[in-house]
Antibody, heavy 121, light 110 residues
Framework: EVQLLESGGGLVQPGGSLRLSCTASGFTFSTFVMNWVRQAPGKGLEWVSSITGGAERIFYADSVKGRFTISRDNSRNTLNLQMNSLRAEDTAVYYC??????????????WGQGTLVTVSS | QSVLTQPPSASGTPGQRVTISCSGSSSNIEKNYVYWYRQLPGTAPKLLICRNNQRPSGVPDRFSGSKSGTSASLAITGLRSEDEADYYCATWDDSLRGRVFGGGTKLTVL
């Protein structure tokens, strides 16, 4: 059974940093694109970043480029999101999502339960 | 403003057929696979349709997806009260080099 468990969310001041992690199980982690998608309170879904299985290709939304860094440790089945220079508008539930298919089509299939990040003074 | 355009709301009565549209452009929907998700309040999104019209295992055949040109749609037949949720379309955008979501459609079962 596929499981994705996010951790690391919490309250942080504007300008601060936070590191999110997503621990995966139930599938061959290294063969799937992994994604971070966020949802601000009462708003829709917003894609944040994607990373291919071997980390050969990494993509970011313009809203987080230069501030967030996605990474993965295939030996530990873990996906990470380092978030720096956080702003109030980064406040959201952050979901880790596994691609539905192996290969280049990274469309999210299974989603974790999410972790809440609140940026506020 | 979302790159993909969905109606903010839709409604139907039990047993009815409802469709939700998703409008994009030549850099996203026309060239890439469309995915559809359902999200119940307070829960994570769940995949309903992948690769334009494929249903993952466990998704009832009441749900179907289609794509034509720069638009896609999700159809739900035999509407049930438990279908009341938010629905999102998503795809890859070649120009933006990123995944894009529609703004979401809130479906109400009257």
């Amino acid at each position: 059974e596929v499981q994705l468990l996010e951790s690391g969310g919490g309250l942080v001041q504007p300008g601060g940093s936070l590191r999110l992690s997503c621990t995966a199980s139930g599938f061959t982690f290294s063969t799937f694109v992994m994604n971070w998608v966020r949802q601000a309170p009462g708003k829709g879904l917003e894609w944040v970043s994607s990373i291919t299985g071997g980390a050969e290709r990494i993509f970011y939304a313009d809203s987080v480029k230069g501030r967030f860094t996605i990474s993965r440790d295939n030996s530990r089945n873990t996906l990470n999101l380092q978030m720096n220079s956080l702003r109030a508008e980064d406040t959201a539930v952050y979901y880790c999502a596994k691609a539905e298919y192996t290969g280049s089509d990274g469309g999210p299939g299974y989603w974790g339960q999410g972790t809440l990040v609140t940026v506020s003074s | 403003q979302s790159v993909l355009t969905q109606p903010p709301s839709a409604s139907g009565t039990p047993g009815q057929r409802v469709t939700i549209s998703c409008s994009g452009s030549s850099s996203n929907i026309e060239k890439n696979y469309v995915y559809w998700y359902r999200q119940l309040p307070g829960t994570a999104p769940k995949l309903l349709i992948c690769r334009n019209n494929q249903r993952p295992s466990g998704v009832p055949d009441r749900f179907s997806g289609s794509k034509s040109g720069t638009s896609a749609s999700l159809a739900i037949t035999g509407l049930r009260s438990e279908d009341e949720a938010d629905y999102y379309c998503a795809t890859w955008d070649d120009s933006l080099r990123g995944r894009v979501f529609g703004g979401g459609t809130k479906l109400t079962v009257l």
